[in-house]
């Protein structure tokens, strides 16, 4: 039996977001660090929603002065047998 880690999406966004507050970081300010058009994407992993794709994690980690683990929270809760 081995444990298959998920990702808690809610918490991964609130820490998305407790982050941006610590560095005093508006939505927008983000927006404009990945160019996008809109803010949708950010508001989606905030609230748990969407999650950002690899690079934009990596991008995030290094705006944030922090570790990619630092903003993601994953449990072991899916047990398979093996």
Known sequence: MFHIPTID???TGENILRLRKNVGMSVRDLQDVF????P???YKWQ???ALPTIDNLVVLAAVFEVHVDDILV???EQKLAG
């Open 74 to 76: 994953v449990e072991n």
């Open 9 to 11: 999406m809610e918490k």
């Open 40 to 42: 949708q994407a950010i």
């Open 47 to 49: 609230h748990g929603t």
């Open 35 to 38: 160019g996008f058009a809109t």
